[in-house]
């Protein structure tokens, strides 16, 4: 049994038609959903700290939701509950599709990235085959952490957090089965993560994690946090 605290990290594909904007509005069908599933239940489970979610910018039709618990075996017994089956369903009723996995994130939870004055959050994701080694994952590690002390100089910069998936069968359309790295880095605006990105600096710290994974994903997401004191009686 595992006590390593972790993020739930679940990319949601939402139906034709229904706003992500709308997802965190209670006034709304899809908000009454949302307060009904994750406010309501998700959030009250044992050993659930917080949940945070935001639509994908690039992909408005992708709302990423990250759930921090004190370990794997809480998520895992929430599954097991009979209040479980009624939630998911629920849930699912928004959705055309989903992926969901755990990260232990270091130095800590993405949400001390996401409320640490950054106005919007940069999620990296790397894929990486199912069977990619220990050796070859600490090797990426240290490659990432080179690359990171130029991104931490950046203007606009306020964090970064980063963790390796718990599962190492993740489905992926276009990857295959995976193992995935995750970083959540937070920025001041979009603008000054996308001035980096076009900057010198950047182009040559890249060059070292370059090529290394099967497929890589970048987005920007605003998250915003289910506290208890929103949710409507």
């Not at 001041?188 to 076009?198: C, F, G, L, T, V």
Request: glycine share 8%.
């Amino acid at each position: 049994m595992s006590y390593t605290a972790c993020t739930e990290i679940a990319l949601l594909q939402l139906k034709a038609g229904i706003k992500a904007d709308d997802f965190s509005d209670p006034s709304t069908e899809t908000g009454t959903v949302v307060v009904e599933t994750l406010k309501k239940i998700l959030k009250i489970q044992p050993g659930c700290q917080r949940v945070y979610f935001g639509p994908q910018i690039e992909h408005p039709d992708v709302v990423a939701v990250f759930v921090d618990w004190d370990s794997i075996q809480s998520h895992k017994d929430f599954m097991t509950t009979l209040v479980y089956g009624p939630f998911f369903q629920t849930l699912f009723s928004l959705l055309d599709d989903g992926n969901m996995f755990h990260v232990s994130f270091q130095p800590s939870s993405p949400h001390k990235v996401t409320s640490n004055g950054g106005q919007v959050t940069e999620v990296v994701v790397y894929y990486f085959p199912s069977d990619y080694s220990e050796a070859k994952m600490e090797e990426f590690e240290a490659l990432w952490e080179g690359f990171s002390e130029h991104t931490k100089k950046a203007e606009g910069f306020t964090g970064v957090t980063l963790g390796w998936s718990h599962e190492s069968e993740i489905e992926y359309a276009t990857a295959g089965k995976s193992k995935v790295y995750v970083g959540a880095l937070g920025w001041e605006s979009i603008d000054a993560h996308m001035a980096y990105r076009d900057s010198k600096v950047f182009s040559e710290g890249a060059a070292s994690i370059r090529g290394k994974a099967t497929r890589v994903e970048m987005t920007h997401v605003k998250f915003v946090e289910c506290f208890e004191d929103q949710i409507q009686k």
